[in-house]
Structures are given as structure tokens and as C-alpha cells.
């Protein structure tokens, strides 16, 4: 190990720490004869102490990097999204510091070199954005017109590139299919986030493109998008293959993106001024978006890809459905939405277990609260009641624990202060009045002890 440079020792265990997220519990038995539990972790700590030990933030190395955003994917099941967003903001800017950002073939670089660099480059910029968008920032914050500086990725085989290679650029799908056509999506949002802002201001972001109308991209753009991806890629694909099947999902889930965006309901000043046919269309995208992250997270044929997945879903689009479910519980897809719903649950099972992110909790709640709305529409209607599924009995199984123990919580605090009450008046002279200053020390120091820890304790457990 002593002739390993430091930089590929972090590459190693970054490899391992990816590798073993690959996979579920049962895979990680079988293959190492020990628990995904205990492997992953080991595996990411093993990583962090070798980045600290190369010193990766003074580091120009580009295996270096490479180590630290194979790391960053890996913690995503451990860290919040606000500490992943924080570290690619820091390999954004190493990767900046040795010059991932400008075009490769300006500077001189060989095919294989350059390659490296946009495949790595592209990534980073990719991840940035997502976390971002998953730590509640606004979409197209910080996504820049001229970003693509770096070039395009090169459409070849991980097998066929080595150092000394020719450019080449084969029509036919390659391992590389699925990031080129990702690459494809990034840049066409920073083309829709560029002319926005001439339209719009420089300060443009998501809730802005929500609510101005007549801004781009309109339909006929987004078309023209899905028309160019068609062309250059899936029409190659092999939808046997469960890559290029991967491939093409994501294309389609990545338009239907954008046709939600384009058409947000956000723009209109309330549910009552969306014309019927604008609420259609939003509803079946919504629906759409929600049938294909189905399938790439639940098809036996992706089950390699569903880890990658895992942090895809399109929280306004899921919101939206919800809302318009307790809104309007009888609608005649209603049956086919809480399907989904629940088949989204099920994919992503830390929506349920994770009680200490407040989005989980918070969709959760709604997620009940429509379910609620739709029993009492159902039962005023003479119809059959809605099957209770098992998410929605472990849902409120949780909220009415979590019921009891505030209720517990609450009923210890008043025995306390009762208790103190009772002695404050047994030691009190008769004779003597409690002094104001005493009485305001006494009242804010109450105060200061419920305002702090047990304030927000109670919040937490009543969202």
C-alpha cells in the first residue's frame, strides 16, 4: 500500500463505497457474505480518511476529484441534501481550478484526456444542479448560458477508450449513451434558462418561469428537443438492452419534465382561473412523469439502475397529484393515481422510515389528508370504501405514535411545573410577596427552558 499514491487510494475505496451501493441487502449477502449496513458505511469511512489524507481540497490531481464525486454519490443515503449540495460545491470549484470547465481541445488535450475531463466536468455540473434542486432551491439557479464551454461527451464504448486513442463519434448506442443523452438535457436547460433570462431578467429562476406567461420553452421547443433526441440517439436504442431501456425512459421522463414546468399551474392566480383543458394536460404529464419513474425504479430489467434513481423523483409533480387528489377525490383517474402514490412509497421506502426530513413528513401528511378526504367523499357517495393500503396504515400508525408521545411529553411538563408550583407555595412566607424581578426571572426562565429544545421538539412532531 506504501507504493499506492494517495490519490487512487482514494479512488479505490470511492470504487468500493459505489460499488456496494449498487447493490441491495440481499446482493451484498450473497456476494460478501456481510450486510450492506455495515459494508457501506465502512467503505465511506474508509474513503473520507484517505480524501483527508491526500488533502483533497489543495489537490490539482484529477483522480483526486474523480475519488470525490464518486464519494459525494455515496453519501447521499447518510448525509441531508444541504451537505451534499455544500461538498459539490467544493469539487465544483477544484474542477474549476484545473480547468475542467473550459474546452478540452482548445487547450491542447489528446482525445482520451479530454474526454476524461468533459465526462467528469459534466457530471459535477449535473449533480450540482440536482442537489441543489433537491435542497428546495429554485430550478435554473446558477445554470450560467455559456456552461457547455467544456464540449460535448464523446459517444464510445468505456472499453474503447484509452489513452492514445482516435477521436471518433459512432451513431450506434455505447455505454456512454446514457450520459450523453443526460449531457444533451443539462444543456438544453441552460439554452431554456439563458433565453429566459433575457426575457425575464438576469435574476430569472424557477418561480419565475412558473408564473410569467408567454415564456419559453413553449411547446414547439420542447417538441423540437424531443424530436433532436429521437433522431441522434433512441432511434438506435435496443429497448431488450436494459441500459438503452434506461436510456429511453429517462428521455421521456426528462421532456415530460419540461412539459410540466412549461405549463406549472403556478402561473395561474388560483385552481379556479386553470382552464379545463390546461388542468388536463398538467394532470396527464403528472401521471406520465409518475408511470415512467415507476417503471425505472420497480423493472426487473433496471433493477441494476434503480439505485441511481433513488433521488430523481419530481417532488412538485407528487405534491401536485396529492393536492388534486384531496381536491377532487371522486375525478375518474383517481383509482389509477393512488396506485402510483403508493407504488411511490413503496420505491422509495425512506419516505416512510426517514421521520426527520420535514419534506417526507409533510408529504406524508398530505398524503393522508387526501386519502382522509377521499373515504368521506366515498362514503357520502354510498360507494365501497377505498382499500386501506399498507402504506397508508403504516403512515398513521407513525402519526399516531407520534400522537402519544406528545401527548406523554405534554403530560410529564405539567406534573413537572405543578409539582414545582406546589413547592414554590410550601416554601413561600405568607408575609412576604414574590418581588416582580423574581417573578420575571421565574416566567423567563420557564420561558427560555419550553422556547428552546422543547419548542421545536413539539413542531417536529405536529407537522
Known sequence: MDSVPRSFNALMFAMYSVAVLSLNEKECQDRFAQPRSSLLPRYITATKVALARADFT??????????????IMTIRETQNPRSMWIL?????????????????DSLGFAPFEAGMRRRIWSYIR???????????????????????????????????????????????????????????YMAFTRRMAAMNRNHAGPNFVAHDFASTENIMPNDEVIQS??????TKYLRYCDPSDPLQLMTILFARYSTNVSRFMAHHPRKWQSQKHIPEAERKQVWDVSIKLMEQLDMIQSSRHLQRFAWFFATYLQWYVFIHVLDTLRADPLMPD????????????????????????????????????AFCVRETAMAKENSAKPKVSDIIHRLRHQREAARIRMQG???????????????????????TLMSSAESVRRVFGWMSLVGGDGVREIGIEFI
Open 409 to 431: 411529553k405534554l403530560s410529564t411538563r405539567k406534573r413537572s411545573e405543578a409539582l414545582s408550583s406546589k413547592t414554590d407555595a410550601k416554601n413561600k412566607s405568607p408575609n
Open 88 to 104: 459539490t460545491g467544493v469539487a465544483v470549484r477544484l474542477a474549476e481550478g484545473i480547468g475542467l470547465h473550459r474546452d478540452a
Open 225 to 230: 428537443m424531443e424530436d433532436h433526441i429521437e
Open 58 to 71: 489543495n489537490s490539482t490531481n484529477i483522480v483526486m476529484l474523480q475519488a470525490l464525486v464518486l464519494y
Open 334 to 369: 383517481a383509482t389509477k393515481a393512488w396506485r402510483l402514490v403508493e407504488s411511490t412509497f413503496q420505491n422509495n421506502p425512506k419516505m416512510i422510515t426517514n421521520t426527520k426530513r420535514p419534506l417526507y413528513v409533510a408529504v406524508g401528511n398530505l398524503c393522508l389528508e
Open 126 to 184: 449535473m449533480h450540482d444542479s440536482h442537489a441543489a434542486e433537491m435542497c428546495g432551491q429554485p430550478k435554473f439557479q446558477g445554470l450560467d448560458a455559456d456552461e457547455n464551454t467544456a464540449g460535448a461527451l464523446a459517444n464510445v464504448n468505456d472499453g474503447e477508450i484509452y489513452p492514445g486513442i482516435s477521436a471518433s463519434k459512432p451513431s450506434k448506442p455505447t455505454d456512454m449513451i446514457f450520459c450523453a443523452v443526460q449531457s444533451e
